[in-house]
């Protein structure tokens, strides 16, 4: 696999213990037991983790801020969302943290559908909400990039506005990749022109493929004026020593699902987002696709990620990433629980196959 692939885990940031079938254990969300995870994943070949985001759980850039501090390596994807942070005041923070964590910050920007009356915000429809995150997405990075930046847009407005600190260039890297989801027409419009980084779910390739065409043809049509997007796949890899150990949990996981209503798996589901209805209906077309893609998790109620799986031996499931990478995807984030031993398992056993 290319060496300019990356690999990120998941790090779920929940109030609630047992995500995804993760154990319950007291003090989960601690910030000893989050340093152990952050720190397994810097020992094991990880670059960084995901951090899950939504009201009602830990604010997710206190936390990131929290194990950016106590690391060295690990490169935290801080999911936000437009409508809870102002645009300057964001550019601001996160040049901030960027600054003290010597430029290890990402960010996934989310616009999904939360609880906004909890923290006073309110939006219109789809296409206000898209035409909100993309106005959040271009003057954040004109702030990044710009000095004395005036702005007066539909949603968000600043004058002579100057970031403090700036961001340092390092390399090619001009400021935090802008990572993003959503499979909407509204959302691919946003991502052509505006991310960094466009993550896909985990699809069968053939619809991986034909998204990545459309979103290269759609910032072709609508006039991108940054370099070319780039693409990620969020999903759940469950490894084992062999094929058929792989498989026989995997299906032990599934029948635990139905039985209990896939209690802890439904963090994406409170309403059914486009690219959330794409993987649920995947089950349909069959409960294996191409090698290995396992549709039933979404059958009985996973959700996101944890909606269609890779399973099978650390071979067998590098060999499936390395198709995607074949497609033009360079941004893998994975995850499996439990989350701490899986670190360990598929950093020592899945990273070597794809990383050199």
């Known amino acids: 696999m290319s060496s300019h692939s990356e690999f990120l885990w998941y790090i779920p940031n929940d109030v609630k213990a047992g995500h995804r ?7 989960h969300n601690s910030l000893e037991t989050l340093t152990g995870h ?16 939504g009201w009602g759980r830990p604010d997710t850039f206190t936390v990131a801020t929290a194990l950016a501090a106590r690391t060295t390596t690990f ?34 920007i989310v616009s999904g559908l939360d609880n906004l009356a909890a923290y006073g915000d309110s939006e219109g ?46 390399g090619n890297r001009l400021h935090p990749k802008l990572y993003f989801g959503g499979a909407s027409e509204a959302a691919e419009r946003v991502s052509a022109t505006e991310a960094d980084v466009q993550l896909f779910w985990g699809e069968p ?13 759609l910032g072709k049509e609508l006039g991108r004026d940054l370099p070319p997007l780039e ?9 084992r020593d062999t094929t058929d150990q792989a498989w026989a949990d995997a299906e032990a996981k599934v029948a635990g699902m139905a039985k209990n209503k896939a209690a802890g798996w439904q963090d994406h589901r409170q309403a059914i987002a486009v690219g959330q209805k ?21 059958k009985y109620g996973g959700g996101g990620a944890g909606t269609t799986w890779l399973v ?45």
């Open 231 to 239: 693409f990620g796949l969020r999903i759940t890899t469950l490894v």
């Open 278 to 298: 794409r993987l649920t209906d995947l089950h349909t077309r069959g409960e294996v696709l191409d090698d290995n893609l396992y549709t039933a998790p979404g």
């Open 125 to 170: 429809d789809q296409a206000h909400r898209y035409g909100r995150t993309k106005e959040f997405m271009r003057l954040v990075r004109k702030l990044w990039t710009e000095e004395n930046v005036t702005y007066a847009g539909e949603h968000f407005s600043v004058t002579e506005s100057t970031a403090a600190p700036r961001i340092q260039v390092r």
């Open 38 to 53: 952050a720190k397994a994943l810097e020992e094991h070949g990880w670059k960084g983790a995901l951090i899950g985001t």
């Open 312 to 356: 099978g031996s650390a071979a067998d499931v590098a060999s499936s990433l390395r198709k995607y990478q074949d497609l033009g995807i360079t941004h893998f984030v994975l995850s499996d629980t439990p989350y701490l031993s899986e670190i360990k398992r598929q950093g020592n056993q899945l990273l070597p196959l794809l990383v050199g």
């Open 75 to 108: 490169e935290p994807l801080i999911a936000i969302r437009p409508g809870y942070w102002r645009p300057a005041n964001f550019a601001s923070a996160a040049a901030t943290l960027d600054q003290l964590a010597a430029g290890r910050v990402k960010i996934n």
């Open 205 to 217: 390739l053939d619809g991986v493929r034909e998204r990545i065409a459309r979103l290269k043809a």
């Open 21 to 27: 079938g993760d154990p319950t254990v007291e003090n």
